[in-house]
Structures are given as C-alpha cells and as structure tokens.
C-alpha cells in the first residue's frame, strides 16, 4: 500500500512537467539581409516577453521554450529597419520564422 502512495504521489508530481513541455515550443529561422546575405549578432525576440536570442555567424537563432499559440518575432540590428513576422507556436515543435 505505501510503495503505491509513493508512486502515485511521484506521478502527481511529474505530470506538471509533461504539461508544461507541451505546453511550449521553439521558433528557428535564419535573418538575412535584403540582398540575402546572413546577418549575425541580430536581436531576436518574442514581441511582448523577455524571451529572445542573438543570431549566429550564419544568422541563425532558435529560442527554446516559446508559449504555444500565436507569436510575433521581431528581429533588430542597428542600421536595418526592424522586421517582424507573426508564427504560431505548437506544444513540443518548431515553428520556423
């Protein structure tokens, strides 16, 4: 009886983070110039949230743990116009941007 407390109340405790898994998702993507040409150190950012990245050498960047459902990405550097696009973020994938 006790051992199936013990597993039960583990259970409980270990739903919350299955949820909250699906719960978000990711958005990749690549920023490139208007002549298509990566741009590296951009600031990507989820409009709204402190959540956000800087773009690689190749001017890709992937933020992890984005609230599912509908999202705006912005992207800034200095000396470019800011761009943003709106995606929606599924539970457990990736959405590119």
């Known amino acids: 009886m006790r051992a199936s407390i013990?597993?039960?109340v583990l259970l409980?405790?270990?739903a919350p983070?299955?949820?909250l898994s699906q719960a978000t998702?990711?958005?990749a993507g690549v920023v490139l110039s208007e002549v298509d040409r990566p741009l590296s150190g951009v600031q990507v950012v989820v409009a709204g949230s402190p959540q956000g990245t800087i773009t690689g050498a190749d001017g890709r960047y992937l933020m992890r743990g984005v609230p599912a459902?509908?999202?705006v990405v912005r992207a800034e550097?200095?000396?470019y116009s800011?761009?943003?696009v709106s995606v929606t973020v599924v539970g457990g994938g990736v959405v590119e941007a």
């Open 6 to 8: 013990v597993v039960a």
């Open 12 to 14: 409980f405790l270990a």
């Open 17 to 19: 983070d299955a949820v």
């Open 25 to 27: 998702g990711s958005i």
């Open 69 to 71: 459902g509908e999202q």
């Open 77 to 79: 550097v200095l000396g």
């Open 82 to 84: 800011t761009g943003e």
